[in-house]
């Protein structure tokens, strides 16, 4: 079984200060995406990282995976009360089996204004 | 676009009462379609998912159901719901190489 963990849990902030969350596994992952979920709402895709080392951002966030694809970060700069959210990293496999995302168990974000 | 529509969004449901909740699809022919619970503010809990009409894999034992009736169509069904199967129920479909997860708005069960 593949085991996401993810770190911190919850982690509760001041607007303007910068963040990082991780996503750790024992295991090596074909890809790896993060999701950011709103109360109510489903999860909603925010990026895909696929390479060894890779980095991607996205405005204010930056994403990396690490270099063994074992591990992925999520780094938010001058966090704003709208990045708000429950933070989700999934892996992915290239087994082609169907069932092919682990997901973690989140990191819930709080922005105070 | 490819849309997931979801209903009801909330639901209260009496201990021992059936259950059905209805996912479909638009704008994708032969998705793969999946069922999760999430427990209030963490991660998700794959129950099960579909290749295809009337092919069903659970992936967690449990009082709930789903079947597959039309290509575009999934629903998580119970005979008789528990306590504990309250939870916020999302229903996804894969992209093509199954690398990401497109969900619906979900679905908020209280079972009182």
């Known amino acids: 079984t593949q085991l996401l963990e993810q770190s911190p849990q919850f982690l509760s902030i001041q607007e303007g200060e910068n963040l990082t969350v991780y996503c750790n596994s024992s295991?090596?992952?074909?890809?790896l995406q993060w999701y950011r979920q709103e109360p109510g709402e489903g999860p909603v895709l925010l990026v895909t990282?696929?390479?060894?080392?890779e980095v991607k951002k996205l405005k204010r966030l930056t994403f990396q995976f690490g270099d063994a694809r074992k591990d992925s970060s999520l780094h938010i700069t001058a966090a704003q009360p709208g990045d708000t959210g429950l933070y989700l990293c999934a892996g992915g496999l290239s087994s082609g089996s169907a069932r092919q995302l682990t997901f973690g168990s989140g990191t819930q974000l709080t922005v105070l204004p | 676009s490819q849309t997931i529509h979801q209903w009801p969004a909330t639901l209260v449901q009496p201990v021992g009462s059936p259950l059905s909740l209805e996912c479909t699809v638009e704008?994708?022919?032969?998705?793969?379609l999946y069922w999760y619970r999430q427990a209030a503010g963490r991660g998700l809990q794959l129950l099960f998912y579909?290749?295809?009409?009337?092919?069903i894999s659970s992936e967690v034992p449990q009082n709930l159901s789903a079947s597959r009736p039309q290509d575009r169509q999934f629903i998580l069904s119970s005979k008789k719901l528990l306590l504990s199967d309250s939870g916020f129920y999302l229903c996804?479909?894969?992209?093509?190489?199954?690398?990401?997860?497109?969900f619906g708005q979900g679905t908020r069960l209280t079972v009182v």
């Open positions: 295991s090596v992952f074909s890809s």
């Open positions: 704008g994708t022919s032969n998705p793969n």
């Open positions: 996804a479909r894969y992209s093509r190489t199954g690398s990401e997860a497109f």
């Open positions: 990282v696929v390479t060894g080392g």
């Open positions: 579909s290749v295809g009409i009337g092919q």
